[in-house]
């Protein structure tokens, strides 16, 4: 783990009261796609952030922060770059990160939770992974999903890409998915097992555990998500 001094490039609004946050540094930082940084602002007191970019850009890291000022825990954060123009970060933070696979890889993110999602996702486009990436991204408003472009044009450039934005309650004229994004999820999972089963005949009692181990991982992301503030470093 390295404690680093930070120099803030820029701070820029993705949406209302979302801030993306570039940090570089003269020496490379080393981290892993999907772990999490912690912010030092006073002895004893360091607070946590997904690292959005990937490692492969090894000299910056971005953070997705949303911050208002009645929440003092992010926004004295970001009241502290602004003022100064440099932070210390503790890198990197967390054991749930990207690892070599040959398996589909499904990210679930809800708000400023896409931030590791991102960095994964970019990580595996650096590394040409060839496996299918399914990103569900979930939010009350598709203003919140707010790097929609970026993403449909990844996926459209990548064809193992799979970019799935949830929105809560829907839009006018929206044709996409509805609904809690760990929903959606489990309906297509269910409905790829359900073909899968058509095709190589899976047994009954296989196709039951599948479906439980899916559905147990998904509560998980969900209590994550609702019950821990959005704060998910994974």
């Not at 502290?80 to 970060?89: C, D, Q």
């Not at 799935?164 to 297509?188: C, I, R, S, Y």
């Not at 005949?201 to 181990?213: N, T, Y």
């Amino acid at each position: 783990m390295q404690t680093q001094q930070l120099h803030v490039e820029s701070i820029s609004t993705v949406a209302n009261d979302v801030y993306k946050i570039i940090l570089t540094c003269s020496e490379p930082l080393q981290y892993q796609a999907g772990q999490y940084c912690m912010i030092v602002m006073g002895e004893g007191d360091c607070r946590p952030f997904s690292i959005a970019s990937s490692p492969s850009e090894s000299n910056k890291i971005e953070l997705h922060i949303g911050a208002v000022p009645a929440n003092a825990y992010a926004w004295d954060v970001l009241s502290v770059m602004r003022e100064t123009g440099l932070i210390t970060a503790q890198i990197a933070h967390g054991d749930a990160f990207l690892q070599p696979t040959s398996q589909p890889i499904v990210l679930i993110a809800g708000g400023t939770g896409y931030s590791y999602a991102k960095s994964i996702i970019h990580e595996c486009v650096a590394q040409q992974l060839t496996q299918d990436i399914h990103l569900y991204w979930g939010a009350k408003s598709l203003e919140q999903i707010y790097e929609a472009d970026e993403l449909s044009a990844l996926a459209s450039q990548h064809a193992n890409i799979h970019f799935h934005p949830v929105l809560e309650h829907g839009a006018k004229d929206w044709q996409g998915k509805t609904g809690l994004v760990h929903q959606a999820v489990l309906t297509d999972i269910a409905d790829e097992i359900a073909r899968r089963q058509r095709q190589m005949c899976i047994r009954d009692s296989h196709l039951q555990w599948l479906k439980w181990h899916v559905m147990i991982l998904l509560l998980r992301a969900y209590l994550v998500m609702h019950c821990l503030g959005m704060r998910t470093h994974f």
